[in-house]
């Protein structure tokens, strides 16, 4: 089954840090590149970040530059986000998603709550 | 950044009905332009993708449309499976954006 599944969220204080991890299966990782977006609570869609598929490039919101850091192991068929200096503005399901023709295949998601 | 307007935030409808939901992007975003239906809990599905390209297995009544910095999503006839979020997002560049999203409810 070609699917995606995100792990790593949690309760963290503000100023802390976390790695979310993203597996994918059921496809041939390597040759897409993979988005992070995330919901705050009752809110829209907002972009992360993004990298490509051998990993040399990586884009990121104004939002999270600096703080955020998008990597992946495709020997691993896994997508990583280090969130460093958590605010609480950043309390949020975290989804993964495949950057194919658009983002056509999407995690179930994992919540990161930063609160103290 | 591109932004994203979309409009109406909130729809009234019956099943049966016909609805079109409007996204505006600030700059010409070509035909880069995706739509996505989200259940309350749920990840975001990809309906319609390259503005006007049905996504596999969405159903015909879903279609869209535009160019430039006006497209549409219209669903021709609603179904009662129909009444959810609907968002639209650029990605003809980084970072992509979306839409603050259309809640479509039951009249």
């Known amino acids: 089954e070609v699917q995606l599944l995100e792990s790593g969220g949690g309760l963290v204080q503000p100023g802390e840090s976390l790695r979310l991890s993203c597996a994918a299966s059921g496809f041939i990782f390597t040759p897409y590149a993979m988005s992070w977006v995330r919901q705050a609570p009752g809110k829209g869609l907002e972009w992360v970040a993004a990298i490509r598929g051998s990993g040399e490039r990586t884009f990121y919101a104004g939002s999270v530059k600096g703080r955020f850091t998008i990597s992946r192991d495709n020997s691993k068929s896994t997508l990583y986000l280090q969130l460093n200096s958590l605010r609480a503005e950043d309390t949020a399901v975290y989804f993964c998603?495949?950057?194919?023709?658009?983002?056509?295949?999407w995690g179930q998601g994992t919540l990161v709550t930063v609160s103290s | 950044d591109i932004q994203m307007t979309q409009s109406p935030s909130t729809l009234s409808a019956s099943v049966g009905d016909r609805v079109t939901i409007t996204c505006r992007a600030s700059?010409?975003?070509?035909?880069?332009l995706a739509w996505y239906q989200q259940r309350p809990g749920k990840a975001p599905k990809l309906l319609i993708y390259k503005a006007s390209n049905l996504e596999s297995g969405v159903p015909s009544r879903f279609s869209g449309s535009g160019s430039g910095t006006e497209f549409t999503l219209t669903i021709s006839s609603l179904q009662p499976d129909d009444f959810e979020i609907y968002h639209c997002?650029?990605?003809?560049?980084?970072?992509?954006?979306f839409g603050q999203g259309t809640k479509l409810e039951i009249k």
């Open positions: 700059q010409s975003i070509g035909n880069w």
């Open positions: 997002q650029q990605y003809n560049s980084y970072p992509y954006t």
């Open positions: 998603a495949r950057d194919s023709h658009a983002l056509d295949l």
